[in-house]
T-cell receptor
Framework: DAKTTQPPSMDCAEGRAANLPCNHS???????VYWYRQIHSQGPQYIIH???NNETNEMASLIITEDRKSSTLILPHATLRDTAVYYC?????????????FGQGTTLQVKP | EAQVTQNPRYLITVTGKKLTVTCSQN?????MSWYRQDPGLGLRQIYY???????DKGDVPEGYKVSRKEKRNFPLILESPSPNQTSLYFC????????????FGSGTRLTVV
């Protein structure tokens, strides 16, 4: 699975959009981009994933660049409860081990 | 509610005393997996199971056993716990390996003294 690079920390004002970047310059054509978050030692929570098209669900939007070398997770109206560590993970669909490789992630602090 | 349930949430035990952490999912998922999380090391896969009666080692399987006798349950067994197994443990499941998002349990914080 390709390696990802994320900034270690970010701040966001409550009510504003939080844009979390992820670099995955070595991504292969059959690898998906996944985003999870972990709120203070709770179990990681799946947010969204995509292959090459932009995706949106009730939690967030995922913007993947045309060359697929980077992506941005967008939380449109961040709340204090969105304070968490956000993980960008790249992996092949149908992986033999199903293993998720969690890097250090980005700690997002939403401030009032 | 679709969920992965782990028990117990917290456990303090002594070295060498066998213990089992249970994991159960109600989503009819084929794939289940165990992770441990340690400061500075992130989440690491211990064991995984593609389906009933099919289990395999992850990255850090030493000192652990698992079983998958039925689809919904995937217990993690520590036959002789040691202090280096003090950690935060998570069980996860998904419909199939590598497909879609995973659902994680709330975690089990284990302390071995």
């Amino acid at each position: 699975d390709a390696k990802t690079t994320q900034p270690p920390s970010m701040d966001c004002a409550e009510g504003r959009a939080a844009n979390l970047p992820c670099n995955h310059s070595t991504i292969s054509g059959n690898e998906y981009v996944y985003w999870y978050r972990q709120i203070h030692s709770q179990g990681p929570q799946y947010i969204i994933h995509g292959l090459k098209n932009n995706e949106t669900n009730e939690m967030a939007s995922l913007i993947i660049t045309e060359d697929r070398k980077s992506s941005t997770l967008i939380l449109p109206h961040a709340t204090l409860r969105d304070t968490a560590v956000y993980y960008c993970i790249v992996r092949v669909a149908g992986s033999n081990t199903g293993k998720l490789i969690f890097g250090q992630g980005t700690t997002l602090q939403v401030k009032p | 509610e679709a969920q992965v349930t782990q028990n117990p949430r917290y456990l303090i035990t002594v070295t060498g005393k066998k213990l089992t952490v249970t994991c159960s999912q109600n989503m009819n998922h084929e794939y289940m997996s165990w992770y441990r999380q340690d400061p500075g090391l992130g989440l690491r896969q211990i064991y995984y199971s593609m389906n009933v009666e099919v289990t395999d080692k992850g990255d850090v399987p030493e000192g652990y056993k698992v079983s998958r006798k039925e689809k919904r349950n995937f217990p993690l067994i520590l036959e002789s716990p040691s202090p280096n197994q003090t950690s935060l443990y998570f069980c996860a499941s998904s419909l199939f390996s590598g497909v879609g998002g995973y659902t994680f349990g709330s975690g089990t914080r284990l302390t071995v003294v």
